[in-house]
């Protein structure tokens, strides 16, 4: 062997040394990340995990017919679907809803919020003003039992009713559900993943403390008049509004409900929901908002998704939020059972 043979055997060895931690660091890398269980890989948890023993429904003394400063609040429209599961669901997912969005409600019944045995799905909403949506509404609930509508009008800045209705209906007709999913009627959510990460990385009897989202942080308060977020600053004073979760997806433990609609009843109104119940509210009953991470589906991901297929995205819980109804169906059709 010459010098050079040797000198480029030598590099040959260092190369393939170096090749051979590279790709062992690379396997161990998505190793972890397709195995390590999400809630292992969340650093110093500030919620808790139950075990059997621990599933007893949180009690409450919310005042049944006041929603905020709604002092004669009525549910117009209230089904019972928790009420025969004495023994407990896993999750009951309220689904803020504007009563013209008719198509997106099929779709979702017909795709990801299909109602079954461990989970029940329902639709929010205010009082329309137009007499027609009034009527179709009506007909629309008769055939499905799945909208709870309050006495308030159904309008932008009205939402945050809307938001803690959702919260009282679950703390009075569906405390036995052990997770509680707040999302949108312009969502997808990739069901038998969020059933899969509840019973099997959280917990099948539940958790405490848990609000769980994708989390915003520094968001300043909208001041432009171009805005659709424009708040005044008699509306809203600081800067800055508190850490809060996107109201699109929001996973609350069963225990936080009551708690959260009591801070909520007791606040003064303020129209943007999330960052009034996940961000304010949440903050004066001291429950840490944990972030979701890569659990939530950006529209670069939904695009990969639907033209590549799922091998190339990884898992995934909530889509990204804006969709038009024949998207929250190509989306739901990409996913794997
Ligand atoms: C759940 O029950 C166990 C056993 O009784 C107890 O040690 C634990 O503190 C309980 N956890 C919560 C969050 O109540
Ligand atoms: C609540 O009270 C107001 C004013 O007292 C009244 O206009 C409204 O119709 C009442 N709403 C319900 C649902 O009873
Ligand atoms: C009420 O809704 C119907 C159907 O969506 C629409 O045709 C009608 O113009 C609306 N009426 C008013 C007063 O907005
Ligand atoms: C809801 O919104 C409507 C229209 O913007 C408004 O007139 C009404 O007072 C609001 N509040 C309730 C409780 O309905």
Not at 52 to 73: A, C, H, M, R, W
Not at 111 to 119: A, D, K, Q, V
Not at 147 to 159: C, E, K, L, P, T
Not at 321 to 326: G, I, M, R, T, V
């Amino acid at each position: 062997m010459t010098e050079v043979q040797r000198n480029d055997k030598i590099e040959m060895i260092t190369l393939h040394k170096f090749l051979i931690i590279f790709f062992s660091l690379l396997l161990l890398y998505d190793y972890y990340y397709t195995t390590v269980p999400v809630v292992a890989r969340i650093a110093n948890p500030k919620f808790t995990l139950l075990g059997p023993y621990n599933g007893t429904e949180p009690s409450t003394d919310d005042v049944y017919d006041q929603l905020i400063d709604i002092k004669n609040f009525s549910f117009k429209v209230n089904p019972q679907p928790c009420l025969e599961y004495t023994a407990g669901i896993l999750l009951v997912v309220i689904i803020s809803s504007n009563p013209t969005n008719y198509e997106n409600r099929v779709i979702i019944r017909n795709t990801w919020g299909r109602s079954i045995e461990s989970t029940k799905v329902v639709f929010l909403m205010g009082e329309p003003e137009n007499i027609t949506v009034s009527q179709k509404i009506q007909d629309e609930s008769m055939l499905y039992g799945d909208i709870v509508q309050g006495s308030f009008v159904d309008a932008y800045r009205n939402m945050t009713y809307k938001h803690a209705m959702g919260l009282k209906w679950v703390t009075h007709h569906c405390p036995m559900a052990k997770y509680v999913l707040k999302t949108d009627d312009d969502m997808v959510v990739n069901s038998h993943e969020l059933r899969h990460f509840l019973a099997r990385e959280l917990s099948p009897w539940g958790a405490r403390n848990l609000i769980t989202c994708q989390v915003l942080e520094h968001a300043q308060a909208q001041r432009s008049d171009k805005s659709k977020w424009k708040v005044t600053a008699a509306e809203y004073a600081s800067r800055y509004y508190p850490t809060y979760c996107a109201g699109w997806a929001i996973l609350y433990s069963q225990d936080v409900v009551p708690r959260l609609l009591k801070a909520v009843q007791s606040m003064p109104y303020f129209w943007i929901d999330d960052v009034h119940i996940t961000g304010i509210c949440a903050q004066q009953i001291g429950v840490t908002r944990t972030p979701l991470g890569n659990l939530i589906l950006t529209r670069h991901r939904a695009n990969m998704l639907t033209s590549l297929g799922p091998k190339y995205i990884g898992s995934f819980i909530f889509g990204p939020p804006d969709l038009k109804s024949d998207r929250i169906s190509q989306i739901w059709k990409a996913i794997p059972e």
